[in-house]
């Protein structure tokens, strides 16, 4: 497993932007699929977008699709979140996980995740 720490969250206005990040602990993150995930309250943990190993092909739900863009530096051991137009709907704790040599369509459906951040809280006003 690797340990992941999320942070960029906080209370923004409707329209507004954040970037969350998430940093691993792994010396051999590259080789790791990315995902990010949120929960809201009374609501399933769903999937948000997710990064490949490697290079990374990317992966988005419909909600964060033309509004979200995920990426990662290697170098840093960091994966981002950029959440442009938020909307009071995407309040949430997001989470990131991680599995080895994943593609960004396997984050996506996996039910198997098992390292998983700590979360960071996104309230949206409107």
């Known amino acids: 497993q690797v340990r992941l720490v999320e942070s960029g969250g906080g209370l923004v206005q409707a329209g507004d932007s954040l970037r969350l990040s998430c940093a691993a602990s792994?010396?051999?993150?590259?080789?790791?699929?990315i995902g990010w995930f949120r929960q809201a309250p009374g609501r399933e943990r769903g999937f948000v977008a997710a990064i490949g190993w490697g290079r990374g092909g990317t992966y988005y739900a419909d909600s964060a699709e033309g509004r979200f863009t995920i990426s990662r530096d290697n170098a840093a051991k960091t994966v981002y979140l950029q959440m442009n137009n938020l909307k009071p709907e995407d309040t949430a704790i997001y989470y990131c996980?991680?599995?080895?040599?994943?593609?960004?369509?396997?984050?996506?459906?996996?039910?198997?995740?098992?390292?998983w951040g700590q979360g960071t809280q996104v309230t949206v006003s409107s």
């Open positions: 996980a991680a599995d080895a040599w994943a593609n960004a369509h396997l984050m996506a459906r996996s039910r198997s995740l098992k390292s």
């Open positions: 792994a010396d051999t993150f590259s080789t790791y699929g």
